[in-house]
């Protein structure tokens, strides 16, 4: 169970402290995309195609698609950026910039450092969260949004699991894939598809997407969040989210630890 | 006083091979080991295994007293590395490496911004301390790789063919460096293709061919054993004499360099090869790491 333990030993917070240490010195770069994406989406997806859309039905009422898209987008935000900071940021670090190399000459091991970029994906998709659910208050508070703002605190510790459970799943990919142009494969066959397919943009009705969502994690964090800001069923999709969650976590870090020991140790 | 690397009978598979095989290696305070061999020879499997990167199949190594495998973390502490490749860390000015570094042990090293001046003072790095590393001269990112390694204080320093790719000028730098630190008391482990750097470096060597140690000692003595007292150098076109000559005692063909054959003799040989070859006309030099690393590579 060492693999384990190693999540929560100073290894893997000095891991993620030098990450984030990067990420505030670039703040200004860094914060740019979370406030703007959820502008565009609410632009391009709200205003553009909910002039076709105008209001849907949501557990038995209407809601109007600006609304209904609020909270998809924030679990999209959290999905997006722990996937592509394990995919393309920590490939980046392991394979071009050798900061893994370097770290490994140090008291940090391999296990310390896959759960410095599980651990750090999750911290960045929270921070992500956290500006978009601030431009969401922004439109809530204009009238262009209905949803009960003061409950967005309460999304974030879950935002913090999933976005480590994805983390997990990018990470096996970065594991796996010879080179970053590789790395289209699981995005075009796996992160997009999941991404739109997953009840955050648009309700799903075919039974097909609906029996295979019944395991994405990212469909009922959608789910779950839309319960908690415009009022439905929570904690069945709570309880999903967290349970798929930590089974990416106990299945993927152990995983992702002996490829990576092959590939970056050469053992 | 236990040895500050005592490393005993290690074993390592990769990929199916037994790419080292049974390997031995000591190193004490105040001394540099040069680890030698041809590529392929296991030097760089068996370092990876001495600074904790990989685990040995078999056998033991402790470091500073501790055993690698029961205490890695602590063992670690007293180990400083400068990979062979650039590993700093590009996202961070060259002073910031350095305390960027010092973050990932524990206990965490005292005084660290006087640490960190002292160390950009004594590598000459003190006025690229707000650069990127990547703008620094091939031989300023080396500095940069050695500092980082002693940010910690270690007692140990793994030094993974740290000249490589640099000009003169630039090595002899690298060697000062080294040879101060080994007077502060660092117990040193040296891998090098360089010749010259070995021997000028090393108190002892261990030469590694295929997975095994095959020669330790001073490099004179390591030279004698493995190689012989004197070569000569012969024209090629002899070639067929010489082989017959080598033939008759039991010697296999010797290497050929640039249309020169260098053949490792002692000094009975070299009596015999002038009374078997009068009127040949060659050189007799004193034998060099050179001469056993082509011996090493020739041989099966």
């Not at chain 1, 393309?88 to 900061?99: C, E, G, K, P, V």
């Not at chain 1, 590789?182 to 066959?189: A, S």
């Not at chain 2, 050695?146 to 000249?163: G, K, S, Y």
Request: proline share 5%; hydrophobic share 50%.
């Amino acid at each position: 169970m060492s693999w384990l333990i190693a999540a929560v030993e100073w290894q893997s917070r000095a891991v993620v402290s030098r990450h984030l240490r990067v990420y505030l010195r670039n703040w200004h770069t860094a914060f740019l995309p979370p406030a703007l994406e959820p502008v565009t989406m609410l632009v391009a997806f709200g205003v553009g195609l909910g002039g076709y859309v105008a209001s849907l039905t949501w557990q038995g009422r209407p809601v109007e698609y600006m609304t209904y898209i609020a909270p998809g987008l924030l679990a999209y935000a959290t999905f997006m950026t722990a996937v592509f900071q394990s995919l393309f940021a920590a490939f980046i670090r392991m394979r071009y910039q050798r900061t893994w190399e370097g770290q490994l000459t140090t008291q940090v091991e391999l296990r310390h450092v896959v759960w410095g970029e599980v651990l750090w994906a999750g911290l960045l998709a929270t921070m992500y969260v956290v500006i978009v659910a601030a431009v969401l208050a922004g439109f809530d508070l204009a009238g262009l949004l209905d949803m009960r703002t003061e409950r967005l605190p309460l999304l974030l510790p879950i935002v913090f699991m999933a976005g480590c459970g994805f983390a997990a799943l990018g990470l096996c990919f970065t594991a796996l894939m010879p080179t970053i142009d590789h790395m289209n494969l699981p995005v075009f066959l796996l992160v997009l598809p999941m991404g739109l397919l997953s009840s955050t943009y648009f309700p799903l009705e075919h039974p097909v997407l609906i029996a295979l969502n019944g395991i994405n994690p990212l469909y009922h964090l959608a789910q779950c969040f839309r319960g908690i800001l415009i009022g439905g069923p929570v904690l069945d999709h709570l309880a999903a989210v967290l349970g798929l969650s930590l089974l990416l976590l106990g299945i993927l870090v152990p995983l992702n630890l002996r490829l990576l020991r092959r590939r970056v140790l050469g053992d | 006083m236990s040895a500050l690397l005592d490393a005993r009978s290690l074993v390592k598979h990769l990929g199916g091979r037994r790419v080292v095989d049974g390997v031995d290696l000591v190193c004490e305070t105040r001394q540099i080991v040069g680890l030698l061999g041809p590529n392929g020879a296991g030097k760089t499997t068996t370092l990876r295994m001495l600074y904790g990167f990989l685990r040995p199949d078999e056998g033991r190594i402790h470091v500073d007293g501790v055993e690698l495998g029961r205490d890695l973390v602590r063992a670690k502490r007293s180990i400083g590395v400068c990979t062979q490749e650039d590993t700093f860390d590009g996202d961070f000015t060259v002073e910031q490496n350095l305390t960027v570094a010092a973050g990932y042990f524990r206990p965490r090293p005292t005084g660290l911004a006087r640490r960190v001046a002292e160390l950009l003072e004594r590598f000459d790095l003190a006025a690229y301390a707000r650069e990127k590393p990547e703008t620094l001269s091939g031989g300023y990112r080396r500095r940069l790789m050695i500092a980082r390694a002693l940010v910690h204080r270690p007692r140990l320093l793994f030094l993974d063919e740290p000249t490589t790719g640099l000009d003169p000028q630039a090595r002899m730098g690298v060697w000062d460096l080294v040879d101060g630190l080994r007077a502060e008391g660092l117990g040193i482990i040296l891998t090098t293709h360089y010749m010259d750097e070995a021997e000028r470096l090393s108190d002892a060597l261990t030469v590694l061919a295929h997975g095994r140690v095959v020669a330790r000692g001073t490099a004179k003595g390591v030279l004698g054993d493995l190689v012989g007292e004197h070569v000569v150098v012969v024209a090629a076109t002899h070639g067929e004499a010489i082989a017959g000559w080598l033939g008759a005692h039991g010697r296999r063909e010797p290497a050929s360099v640039l249309g020169a054959l260098h053949v490792p003799v002692s000094g009975e040989e070299l009596a015999d090869f002038a009374r078997a070859f009068p009127s040949l006309r060659y050189e007799v030099r004193v034998p060099t790491l050179d001469d056993l690393f082509l011996k090493l590579s020739l041989s099966p």
